[in-house]
């Protein structure tokens, strides 16, 4: 085992309250229309989860929610963010395509340079930034093309990751960032989400991965966001939880179920913005 003790980093995240939260169509198995949803509710666990964050130390900027955008609340797929460099996200389906624009404006407005998408891609959704990597996820939502597009923009190589249960749809439903430390990055993956060669490249890439369970998976517990140290994970994955105790990770139970409905945990509703250029 060559992981080192985990250790926090200050993060700066955008979030997005629920105040409109509703699912009044499907476009990923998780979420049916049929069922009734609390707003309420979505924007109480919301205001814990932001909570959660601003407790550990980190810092908070939210972006006014929009009528008629019901997942705008999954922040992380309104962009991706790398060494202050903004990617746009352009969305598969109509329902959410408002949001990039939305995302991007908030972004220009606030004096950071914004590219405009070419190539359909869900933002943070299905492209994670892991030490000088970024692991970029297809099959369902983002197109390969948007990859090469990605890596054009950032300059750092990207891996596509063949995405196969539309369960783990995006990316961040199938792998958590555990630790984004440049000389020892950490991940957390369900492998049968990922095609037989995406899982060799992610066992090649990463030998000492945490393995989540079924039962993890199944609670979106990988949709988890690390700060290097604490671990805000659905209260669900406790195997996962388990095994990042024993790596000396200190997981943070947060109930999103309401968001669970339509399709998202902790991390969807979190964007991460990184500002800082990296050094060498
Ligand atoms: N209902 C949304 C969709 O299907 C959920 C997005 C979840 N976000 C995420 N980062 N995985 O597009």
New binding site residues.
Partial sequence: MTATAPGRTDRHYLMCEPVHYTVSYE??PW?DKTRFTDAELAVRQWRTLRDTYLDLGHTVETIDPLPGLP?MV?A??GATMVDGVVYSARFR?AE?AAEGPAYQKWFADRGYVTHTAAQIN?G??DLLTVGDLILAGTGF?TDRAAHAEAQELFGRPVVSLELVDPHY??L??ALAVLSSDRSDPQVAYYPPAFSSGSQAVLRQLFPDAVIATERDARALGL?AVSDGLNVVVAPGATDLAAALRERGFTPIPVDTSELLK???GA??CTLEIRPEIRTA
């Fill in positions: 476009i990923n979420m997942d999954y992380a797929n389906y959410r869900e943070e959704g939502r749809y995006h961040d439903t949709n339509g399709g998202g991390k969807c």
